[in-house]
Nanobody
Framework: QVQLVESGGGLVQPGGSLRLSCAAS????????MGWYRQAPEKQRELVAE???????IYADSVKGRFTISRDNAENTVYLQMNSLKPEDMAVYYC???????????WGQGTQVTVSS
């Protein structure tokens, strides 16, 4: 069992930066692929970025070149560095841990990111 706790959300002006963190408790953090998802009001939850157990990363087209996902297996933490934030990035951001075959999936409770002047 893995518990995920996100932090680092908040209010930022357009063009600003935030770094989200997701701390995992429990065992076998390094076994999971870790991802960040987001959900804006009245929209479906969407993938933002994911990092595999081996460090391979994928990004949504909308965030490529602006966001960077990374993981620290020693600290059981995954990060999302968000630069050049836009109003359309505003959403609740969720951390997800998944097994390779998606038979095991864990979600965090989410952290709000607000981009506004």
């Amino acid at each position: 069992q893995v518990q995920l706790v996100e932090s680092g959300g908040g209010l930022v002006q357009p063009g600003g930066s935030l770094r989200l963190s997701c701390a995992a408790s429990g065992s076998s953090f390094s076994w999971y692929a870790m991802g960040w998802y987001r959900q804006a009001p009245e929209k479906q939850r969407e993938l933002v970025a994911e990092i595999s157990r081996g460090g391979i990363t994928i990004y949504a087209d909308s965030v490529k070149g602006r966001f960077t996902i990374s993981r620290d297996n020693a600290e059981n933490t995954v990060y999302l560095q968000m630069n050049s934030l836009k109003p359309e990035d505003m959403a609740v951001y969720y951390c997800r841990a998944r097994s390779r075959d998606l038979s095991v999936v864990h979600w965090g409770q989410g952290t709000q990111v607000t981009v506004s002047s």
